[in-house]
């Protein structure tokens, strides 16, 4: 039965300087002036993960337009900004916490630059709902029941009004995040209407400010667009834009040491999500399913066809259903590559400061030494125009050390003190005056076979089967790590904290030993888009800590399982 704050209110103070236990009382649910408040768990001890709770408002209260909340992007923009302005009314002049350990502060999702479909503030079509954690205050393990009565009374109140309410958030700054969304979006469907697989907006600011910093660098070189590679649209919030229009193919990325071209791949990564006003980046957009591609050394691969890149290994071991538990920085390359076409992407980006040499290239000396059928390794500058022109899968590339790859490129754009200049008519010049002597390898690229993950792998019976995330990089399935390091893509730990969510359903739900890995994971994202983020989490009540990773991040948490076994 629901309580009101009155009772709530008498319960804290009747709780003054008992033992921490009797915390436990509270679970339930009080109507406040212009919200209910329902305390969902409550944590064991003062030194435990804080308690779970949700505000939930009538939509009629929060009195957000309804033009701002008729479509799934603008819930999300929207979902968004409430989110941060929650987080900042919550560290508001650094709340100082109450007693022993985090007592008293108030926590929700942290948002990164980017813009995430979050379950920190859910819309529905009646109402919105804050999600986030409260550390109860105590002195030892006895309750400190009047702090307690104080945040709920008057601090919790506050920040719900200040936050959430149309009134008294910045309606200017809303209403901005929502169209700049809408223009992303739009611009997303223009690449592929144009044959594009991304857009760098003139005027961008690439560079950020440190290397444990996302924010924008200040000074930061601005992006120019090489003339012949600009290009203009027009978008739904009536400005128009110009900036540098990546084809589909072979992209080569040079230039000197410290000249920018890790920044732009990396603002290429990071494009396949959108960003916040004010980030620099609003207008770097990538095709979605672009995937970072590096060497991951001892990794385990389990099942995967690698014999595009790698074959004729000694003893005649098959390379069309390769199996390690320790990759090399080739193998594992070569492995990675072929999971991503498996979970469906269309561009490769790739930095050979992250790869392995002999994955990447074998010049011609190396050639003559060692005879074709003793080197298992195609390396992937023979490979890539077949990616291409047989499968349709495009490559962006950054190179400093083998000019190879210009014979291979379609364009390449040199980066020099942070501005681009196309030099692709250079390059070839430079390659038809010096050819190169090696020999290159005319085989096809067979399409990627699909893998059928076995359900029995996937134990769920008890504690010891448990999934929990171990921060933005890591997931622990009972004892066992499944290390995520490699995936520069994940940009935020709630990803991670939606993957371990994911992953339960997915093995309890998903698996039949029929249904290929790719498959399984479509359905396991149409369930979401259908029903919500909170359909693959239904053992963690309300979780407010979760946000939406792409399917190939996804596929690329269940590939570095160490018990994954394919039928």
């Known amino acids: ?23 436990k009382e509270l679970k339930g649910e009080y109507s406040f002036e212009k919200y209910i408040l329902s305390i969902d768990h409550v944590q064991s001890d003062p030194y435990a993960p804080p308690s779970k709770l949700r505000a939930t408002l009538s939509r009629d209260i929060v009195g957000i337009p309804g033009e701002l909340l008729d479509s799934r992007e603008k819930r999300i923009a929207v979902s968004d900004f409430l989110t941060r302005c929650f987080w900042k009314r919550a560290h508001d002049g650094e709340r100082r916490g109450v007693g022993t350990g985090d007592g008293g502060r108030i926590l ?39 702090s307690a009565d104080t945040i709920f009374q008057e601090i919790l ?89 990546l084809e589909r193919g072979v992209s080569l990325i040079v230039g000197g040491g410290y000249h920018g071209k890790s920044t732009l791949l990396r603002a290429l990564e990071r494009g396949v999500y959108n960003h916040i006003p004010g980030d620099g980046r609003e ?61 469906g992407t269309s561009l490769l980006l790739i930095d050979e400061d992250t790869s392995a040499t002999n994955f990447m290239i074998r010049d011609r000396r190396m050639q003559k030494l060692i005879a074709k059928e003793k080197e298992p390794i195609t390396p992937f500058v023979d490979r890539v125009r077949a990616l291409y022109e047989e499968l349709g899968v495009s490559t962006v590339l950054i190179v400093g050390g083998s000019g190879d790859y210009f014979d291979v490129a379609d364009r390449i754009i040199m980066m020099d003190e942070y501005r681009p200049k196309d030099v692709t008519k250079l390059a070839r010049e430079i390659a038809e005056e010096d050819p190169g002597e090696r020999e290159r390898s005319g085989e096809s690229f067979e399409k ?22 171990k921060g933005r990089f890591s997931i622990l399935y009972g ?15 709630s990803q991670t904290n939606c993957i371990a969510a994911m992953l339960d359903y997915f093995r309890n739900h998903l698996l039949d030993d029929r249904t290929d890995l790719s498959q399984a994971a479509d359905r396991l994202y149409e369930r979401i888009r259908s029903q919500g983020i909170d359909a693959v989490s239904p053992y963690t009540g309300h979780p407010g800590n979760l946000s939406l990773p792409r399917k190939q991040e996804f596929c690329a948490a269940v590939n570095r399982y160490r018990g994954l076994k394919i039928k």
């Open 479 to 493: 004892r066992e790590p499944i290390d995520l390091g490699a995936l520069e893509q994940l940009v935020d730990d």
């Open 1 to 23: 039965m629901r309580k009101n704050s009155q009772e709530l209110h008498r319960l804290l103070l009747s709780m003054d300087g008992r033992s921490y236990s009797a915390y």
């Open 283 to 343: 207008f770097v957009l990538t095709i979605s399913d672009a995937v970072k591609i590096r060497a991951e050394d001892g990794r385990s691969v389990e099942g995967v066809d690698i014999s595009a890149f790698i074959n004729n290994l000694p003893g005649g071991r098959d390379t069309r259903r390769f199996s390690t538990e320790n990759a090399s920085g080739s193998t594992s390359q070569a492995a990675n590559v072929a999971e991503a076409l498996e979970a």
């Open 157 to 245: 109140p506050e920040i719900v009004a200040n936050s959430l309410l149309y009134e008294r958030i910045d309606a200017g700054a809303l209403k901005k995040q929502v169209l700049l969304f809408l223009d992303q979006e739009y611009i997303r469907e223009e690449l592929k209407r144009r044959d594009l697989i991304a857009f760098v907006a003139n005027g961008a600011v690439l560079p950020r400010e440190s290397g444990v910093s996302d924010r924008p660098l200040r000074g930061g070189i601005p992006f120019q667009s090489p003339k012949n590679l600009e290009i203009t649209m027009e978008l739904p919030s009536g400005q128009k834009i110009s900036g540098m229009g």
């Open 448 to 469: 990627i076979q699909p893998r059928i993950p076995l359900k029995s792998a996937f134990p769920s019976q008890g504690r010891e089967d448990r999934l929990k995330a």
């Open 108 to 146: 929700i999702d942290r948002c990164t630059q980017e813009i995430l479909e979050r379950s920190s503030v859910c819309i529905g079509e009646k109402t919105v709902e804050a999600r986030f954690e409260l550390g109860l205050p105590a002195a030892g393990r006895r309750i400190l029941g009047k």
